[in-house]
Structure formats: structure tokens, C-alpha cells
């Protein structure tokens, strides 16, 4: 079951996709956890979380994007590019951030130069960076434009009963998740960060229910696992998104256990649950902008730093490793206040700012952890 | 940073400077050349200021006022708002909140210190900031972060949806400083009931945040001179657009730094209506003598730069303009999209009308001209989307007959930096030459200013513009 997640995470284009394509099912794809997942899944699709994994080149993703912008939507451009993206029947955009944002126009321009690499459906979704009534108003009625905009491309029908069932079901994944999360950072730690961020990466690309009955078979497994975190430093990793489980391997093999995460690409993306009463789009408009835990969402900071500190209590951390993707401002900045906050609390933190893509800087990223296990000694 | 840096507050030393910088002018003309000998480290940047003759010693004279505002803030009992350019402050002087805006403090200190902002930029690094944030807000900011100046009474900021890096900034001193934060948000669209209704509600959460911040309420017999003061300064930067337009522009190209300056620090104020004015009887002379706003009378060539201008020390960039008889037709900093400017024309929906009916439309009002400053309205959706980025510099340069449009940022400028690239072909598409300087605004150690120069004669001397030949333009 594992090797099933671990197929899923490591391909972009993997044989449950591949499965979902032959049945000649529509495939979603989009940036960024502002976007409703529960929206597409209710339309019969599969929500499909682009990456940026496997380039090997930014020849692409750099004649369109300028030179200082984050690797991450430039990756994706470029596997756009190189029809590595193919298999997506259609693509969201969102502001996550301006990077991503610009992703939008790179993606369209590049369209008019390399054929057949604009899906047929390409949306933008905005998204508000606060919480306030009117923003919540926005958000539906965003998600209302969405849902329209899918029924007439696809010619299909978002029922109410649908999304109530695609909420629940996410509900309970995300449940599952959480109770995962309890392994992972309990006193005994039965999983290493690397299977758990292996575990998160599949769910963002395979199809709910199967997934969630993984799930439910992994957690079942893993009660029964022996604890793996002796003698090891528990660790936190906190930023920009990471969807490289060989970066945590890096960090691990080193002699730690990342224990606990606050990653778009981890636990961001299922700590909070949607409300399963009342109307299911007002619910999710609550869901998705009340997560503070972006720093997109603007300030907000105070409750970011009370959710890591609480986090880094329960799972009991030895050290936060603060990290962001070159470029990425809105996470690198706020690291760095995070640093001033959680060692004033007696929380050793190291930040590192790290290229997207292939690991290219492993021997100076070893080193750094090295140092900071030595220094937590 | 230096410990003799540390020995200054930075709005102290920028105002002191200012201050005396803004009484050269007074003098007899022997007084002031006599003068310039001494101050070899200002000189540059004071004389392409004052010799323009009244509209530069009064920016002097309104700066200094607007610096001693916030150094005095306190002192009479008013609040200090840490604010952004992209935000219209009359709403502030409404509430006798004394505005305290960054990236114009940053391009002060840019070009009127002697090493620049450098020190103060990475600083803000120091403390936790990344180094590829914008130096705009950073050049200035770490000074406050230091307790290098007057400490700011809340933030607000409207760059949310507009500008990451900026918000961040913003974000980041609230979290450091521990101070109350607002924003103002920004949907990806600009026009239509679901954004102006946005753009209202959100405006109206500003006006909360103040009266809580203020312990005062709006009070509306002010507003309605501010309103009235808007108004006419409206009429005012129309009128200027409008001489923009005549070739050869009489438009001095540092007036329009003289404008976005201005708005940003003291719009809605009678002294902005004052420097207005200055400039206005300026121009109005150059363009009844047929001459060009340039230092020779002549002009080469007309650029209109596409995003900001370049702050670097001692104003060299407008110096090199002046030198080429290249008129400077503003940038996006200088389009404030009120509703008779020559550009707004064609886009009657995307623009700011200034109503005093009532106290809803007085404030509707403000919201709209909040929402439509510069980059605040044209960057905030897909540069080729109906009135953002592309529309606007494609209707700019047709109206200004522009023969090149050149693009300077900052580094640390994603939003801008993830798009100019296809927008500088769809410019050459439409057959504008256009250039993309890779430098930053406020920062010489990103790219020397030798360096800048070098691209942009190598730009000219390739595109043969400013030879004396005609470019073959689509509207020529
Ligand atoms: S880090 Fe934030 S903005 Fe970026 S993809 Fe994740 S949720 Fe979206
Ligand atoms: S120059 Fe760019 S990065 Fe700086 S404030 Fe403006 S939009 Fe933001």
C-alpha cells in the first residue's frame, strides 16, 4: 500500500491517473490549497495538485517568467511546456502568491508558441488575502463562477448532494490525516517524515476514495509498527512548499526524524475541516479562508506563530528547520520573525533558503544539517 | 550597520537636509552656484530639484513639512500611519492621521545620502527580512526597525492582491514592531458592481479601523474640503497630461516625479494644490514658447517608462534624459486614472469620480481613487487582461506618441518580474520598442548605473531613436 503512495507521489503522470484517464474520466489540475478540491471531486473529476517534479531544464519556464521568481511555477510551466501536463483535461489558477499568480499569463503565452499545451479549460480563481464578510461573500461567490464555469465545459452538474458527499469525504481524509499526524509526532514516533510526506503527496494526486481507504489500511498498519525515533532528533520543517520527500530523506539521514511540518505540501493542506451542515458553499468559503496558516493571508502572523508553537509542544521538537524556496518573500520573511519568536521560547531554529527542483545542492544542505544536529546535541 | 549611522534618526537627518536644502532656492543665483561648491555630495541632486525654479523649491518646502509632520506627530497628539505609496492618503488627513510613507522616504534617502540606502536595506535582512524582497519599502524600513525614526502608531497597507513583496513588508513591520495592521484587498478585476461593491465594504473597514486607532469619528466637514481639494487637483494632473501630449512635451521630465511624489505624501492637501499650480505655470510657459520640458528646449525622442523611474544617487536618470533631449512622459506612477485624464477617455469605467453628494459618495469616492493608484489598478490581474498593464501602457503611448517604453523595477518585484517578459513582446508586437532594464530602482550594487546606461544607449543607438529620423510608429 505504501509502494502504491509511493507511485503516486513520485510520477506526475501515475497508473491511477493513467486508470482515471482510460476510464475516460476529466482530470483538474491547480497550484495551490486556496483552491476548493471538494468542487472539482463533486463534479466527477479528480483534483489533481500540479507539481513541478522531474524537470530537468527552465528553458521554458525562463522565456516567459523573469529571472527572480520563485523555481516553483516555473517547473510547472516548464513540464506544461514539454506536454508533460498532457493528461490534465483542465487547470486552475489562483493568487497564491504573485509567482503563482503569473503563471497564469506565462502559461497562455507559452500556449501561443508550443501547440497543444493549453488545456481547453483554463481558470482563474481569486482568492482574498483576509477573512471578513465580504471576503467570505467573494469567495462563493467564486466558488458559484467555478462550479458554473465546469458544468459548461464539461457539460456536467454539481449537485448540492454531490458536494455535501465530496465534503464529507474529504472531511474524513483529512481526519485520517490528522490522526496520522498522531503517529508521526506522538511520544513514540512510528513513521519517518519522509513516508508521511510520501503519504500527503498522493492524496493530492489520487483519487479520494481509493485514497482514503489506504488510509485507513496504513493507519491500521502502523498502530502495530514499532517506534522508529530513538536516539533520533525530533525536527519540525516549516515554509515554503516542499513536495520533495528526498529533501526530509536528506534531513533524516542525518540522524533526525521530521516529526511535524507546517507545509502547504503537508499539514496545511488537512488541518482544518469543513463545516457539514448548512450551505455547503458557505461552508467552504469558510474553510478555505479562515486557514490563516499561508502567509498570504496577511497579518495573520500572531496566529501562525501560535499554531507552530503548539504544534512544536505536542510533537515535542528538538528544532524547527525554517525553510523557503528562493523568492518566495511572503514565506523567507516570515521565517525570519519565527526565528526571533521560537528561540526567544528556547526552540533552536536554522532557516535555509533552497532552490525548487532537483536536488542539486544536497553536500551544502547536508552540512547545514549536520551543524544545526550538532549544535541541538 | 554603522554605528555613525546608527548616531541618526533617518526622518530627523532626511528632513533636516531637506529643510535646508528647501531655503537654497531663497537666495540670489550667485548665493545658490556659490553654494553648490560646498556641498559636493548634494549638489547634483539638489540642482535637479531646484533649478527648475518654483515648482522645485516648494516640492523642497512641502517635503520638508510633510517630514516635520511625522517627526512632530506625536508631540500633538496625533497618530503616525506606516503606509505605501499605492495608498491615496487623503482619507488620513482626514482623520489628522500624519502619514508616514515608505517608499517615498525610501527614494529620498536613495538620492540625498551620501552611500545611499544600502545600510538601511540590509538591515531589514538583518532581522529577518529575505534579501530578494523590494527595496522600496526596505530601504526605508530598516531604519524604523531599528528605532531609527519615529515609531509608526498602526500599518496599513493596500497591496494585498496587488503586490505580495510589498504586503509582506508591511506585514513583517507589524509583526516586528508589534503594532495594528490593516489592508485593504484587491480583487483580480478592476471594474464591475462585484469589485467596486469590494472595494466599498473593504474601504469601510479601513474607516472602522481608523476611528478605533483615532478614538475619532470621520468628521465630515473636513472631508468635504478634502474632497473639494481632490477635485481640483484632479482638474490640475489633467491639465498636465494633457500638455504631456504636445510634441515636444513642455512636461520637465522630473515633474513627474515632482507629481506621483506629491499625491502619495500630501494628495488631498492645499499644498499639493500649490505645487500643482507651480508646475502648471511652468509648463504652460515652455509650451507657449514651443519648447520641450528638456534643459536645451529640444527634444529627440519621447520614452514613457513603463512601471517606475530610477532613484539612484544624485538623480542621474533624469539628468541623462535631460542631457539626450529625450522627454520623460511619466510612468505608471504618474496615472492616477482620474476621470477627464486624456487617458481615461476611453476606459469611463475604470476610473475615479470625485462626488461630494453626501458622506457615502464622499467616501465611495475615496475608495474608487484608493483603487485606482498606480499599480493598485493596473497590476493587480493578467497584464493582458482589459485595464491592467498592457491596455494601460498600449493606451499611453498612442496618446503620448511615444517612441519607446522602457521598463525599471526592483528585484524584488515578482509580480511585475513573472509578466514583463511576454509584455515586452506584445509592446514589440504592437511595434513599440521596448526595453527591460534588469536593475533595481533603489539598489546601484544590483546593477551599476554605468551599466544601466550603457543598455539603454546600446537600446536607443539600435533602435535608431532620438538620430533625428522618424520613427515608423503605428500612430505616426
Ligand atoms: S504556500 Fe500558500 S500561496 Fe503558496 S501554494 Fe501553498 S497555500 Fe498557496
Ligand atoms: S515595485 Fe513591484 S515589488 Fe515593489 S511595491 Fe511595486 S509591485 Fe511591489
Not at chain 1, 497564491?96 to 499569463?105: A, H, I, P, V, Y
Not at chain 2, 559636493?40 to 518654483?54: C, K, N, Q, T, Y
Not at chain 2, 526595453?435 to 530602482?441: H, K, S, W
Request: proline share 5%; hydrophobic share 40%.
Amino acid at each position: 500500500m505504501m509502494e502504491e503512495m509511493r507511485e503516486a507521489a513520485r510520477a506526475l503522470y501515475h497508473p491511477l491517473v493513467r486508470k482515471w484517464k482510460e476510464a475516460g474520466k476529466t482530470v483538474i489540475g491547480y497550484p495551490c490549497t486556496f483552491v476548493p478540491e471538494e468542487i472539482i471531486h463533486a463534479a466527477g473529476m479528480l483534483p489533481y495538485r500540479m507539481r513541478g517534479i522531474g524537470t530537468t531544464s527552465l528553458s521554458i519556464g525562463d522565456t516567459y517568467f523573469g529571472p527572480v521568481i520563485c523555481s516553483l511555477p516555473k517547473c510547472m510551466l516548464q513540464l506544461a511546456g514539454e506536454h508533460a501536463y498532457g493528461f490534465l483535461d483542465g487547470v486552475i489558477i489562483t493568487n497564491g502568491c504573485d509567482s503563482m499568480r503569473r503563471l497564469n499569463e506565462c502559461w497562455r503565452k507559452a500556449g501561443e508558441d508550443i501547440p497543444g499545451i493549453l488545456p481547453g479549460y483554463f481558470h482563474y480563481f481569486g482568492v482574498p488575502h483576509k477573512a471578513a464578510s465580504y471576503s467570505y461573500e467573494w469567495y462563493e461567490e467564486e466558488i458559484r463562477e467555478l462550479i458554473k464555469s465546469l458544468e459548461e465545459h464539461f457539460g456536467v452538474k454539481v449537485t448540492e448532494k454531490a458536494l455535501r458527499k465530496s465534503i464529507r469525504l474529504y472531511n474524513e481524509s483529512r481526519r485520517l490525516l490528522q490522526k496520522l499526524d498522531d503517529l508521526r509526532s506522538g511520544t513514540e514516533a512510528r513513521m519517518t517524515g519522509e513516508d508521511a510526506l510520501t503519504v500527503i503527496l498522493a492524496g493530492s494526486a489520487m483519487p479520494r476514495e481509493e485514497y482514503t481507504a489506504l488510509l485507513k489500511t496504513l493507519l491500521k498498519d502502523l498502530k502495530k509498527a514499532l517506534p522508529i525515533d530513538k536516539g533520533r532528533k525530533r525536527l519540525m520543517l516549516v515554509g515554503s512548499s516542499n513536495d520533495d520527500p528526498e529533501f526530509v530523506r536528506l534531513i533524516e539521514d542525518s540522524g533526525a526524524l521530521v516529526v511535524a511540518d507546517s507545509l502547504c505540501f503537508g499539514s496545511r493542506s488537512y488541518e482544518d475541516l469543513t463545516n457539514e451542515e448548512g450551505d455547503p458553499v458557505a461552508s467552504l468559503s469558510r474553510r478555505y479562508l479562515n486557514q490563516c496558516r499561508c502567509p498570504r493571508m496577511f497579518g495573520c502572523y500572531q496566529d501562525r506563530l501560535s499554531l507552530i508553537l503548539d504544534k512544536a509542544e505536542k510533537a515535542r521538537v528538538d528544532g524547527v528547520i525554517l525553510q523557503n524556496i528562493r523568492f518566495c518573500d511572503l514565506h523567507g520573511s516570515e521565517n525570519g520573525i519565527f526565528e526571533r519568536d521560537l528561540e526567544a521560547r528556547g526552540i533552536p531554529c536554522m532557516r535555509m533558503e533552497r532552490e525548487y527542483g532537483p536536488l542539486v545542492e544536497t553536500g551544502r544542505i547536508r552540512m547545514r544539517i549536520d551543524a544545526f544536529l550538532e549544535r541541538i546535541a | 550597520m554603522k554605528r555613525e549611522t546608527r548616531e541618526y534618526h533617518y526622518d530627523w537627518n532626511i528632513w533636516s537636509i531637506i529643510e535646508n536644502a528647501s531655503r537654497t532656492g531663497d537666495g540670489t543665483r550667485k548665493e545658490y552656484d556659490t553654494l553648490l561648491k560646498l556641498i559636493p555630495h548634494f549638489r547634483d541632486s539638489l540642482d535637479a530639484v531646484i533649478r527648475w525654479g518654483e515648482p522645485g523649491t516648494l516640492l523642497l518646502k512641502l517635503l520638508a513639512q510633510c517630514l516635520n509632520a511625522v517627526l512632530t506627530a506625536h508631540e500633538q497628539g496625533k497618530k503616525v500611519a506606516l503606509t505605501t505609496f499605492c495608498f491615496a492618503p487623503p482619507i488620513l488627513h482626514a482623520f489628522d492621521v500624519v502619514p508616514l510613507v515608505l517608499e517615498p522616504m525610501t527614494v529620498l534617502g536613495t538620492f540625498i545620502l551620501q552611500r545611499g540606502t544600502g545600510e538601511y536595506l540590509d538591515y531589514c535582512c538583518e532581522v529577518g527580512f529575505t534579501e530578494t524582497s523590494c527595496s522600496s519599502q526596505r530601504g526605508a524600513l530598516g531604519a524604523y526597525l531599528a528605532g531609527l525614526g519615529v515609531r509608526p502608531d498602526f500599518i496599513i497597507c493596500d497591496s494585498p492582491g496587488i503586490c505580495d513583496t510589498n504586503a509582506n513588508s508591511y506585514a513583517f513591520a507589524s509583526a516586528y514592531l508589534d503594532i495594528p495592521f490593516y489592508q485593504l484587498n484587491y480583487p483580480p478585476f478592476l471594474t464591475g458592481e462585484r469589485a467596486s461593491a469590494y472595494h466599498r465594504q473593504d474601504f469601510r473597514g479601513l474607516i472602522s479601523f481608523l476611528e478605533e486607532q483615532t478614538g475619532h469619528t470621520l468628521d465630515m466637514d473636513r472631508l468635504r474640503q478634502i474632497t473639494a481639494e481632490i477635485r481640483r487637483q484632479s482638474e490640475l494632473i489633467t491639465e498636465i497630461n494633457e500638455l504631456q501630449r504636445i510634441v515636444p512635451s513642455p512636461v520637465p521630465g522630473i515633474f513627474n516625479l515632482f507629481l506621483y511624489s506629491g499625491n502619495f505624501l500630501m494628495g488631498g492637501t492645499p499644498g499639493f494644490t500649490d505645487l500643482l499650480e507651480s508646475m502648471l505655470k511652468y509648463i504652460r510657459g515652455r509650451a507657449a514658447q514651443g519648447l520641450a520640458g528638456t534643459r536645451s528646449g529640444k527634444e529627440r525622442a519621447r520614452g514613457f517608462f513603463s512601471y517606475i523611474d530610477h532613484y539612484t544617487t544624485d538623480l542621474r536618470f533624469w539628468t541623462f534624459l535631460e542631457n539626450r533631449d529625450i522627454s520623460h512622459l511619466g510612468c505608471i506612477l504618474s496615472t492616477f486614472w482620474q476621470e477627464d485624464a486624456p487617458y481615461s477617455m476611453e476606459h469611463p469605467d475604470a476610473v475615479y469620480r470625485v462626488e461630494d453628494g453626501d458622506l457615502d459618495a464622499m467616501i465611495d469616492s475615496l475608495a474608487m481613487q484608493v483603487s485606482r493608484m498606480p499599480m493598485i489598478k493596473s497590476i493587480r490581474g493578467p497584464y493582458d487582461a482589459p485595464h491592467m498593464w498592457l491596455d494601460d501602457t498600449l493606451t499611453m503611448t498612442r496618446l503620448l506618441r511615444a517612441d519607446f517604453v522602457a521598463y525599471f523595477g526592483t528585484i524584488g518585484c515578482r509580480n511585475t518580474w513573472g509578466m514583463v517578459k511576454p509584455y515586452a513582446r506584445d509592446l514589440e508586437r504592437a511595434g513599440i520598442p521596448a526595453l527591460i532594464l534588469y536593475a533595481d530602482a533603489f539598489d546601484d550594487r544590483v546593477q551599476s548605473w554605468d551599466a544601466v546606461i550603457d543598455k539603454m544607449q546600446e537600446f536607443l543607438s539600435l533602435r535608431k531613436i532620438g538620430t533625428g529620423r522618424p520613427a515608423r510608429r503605428p500612430w505616426r
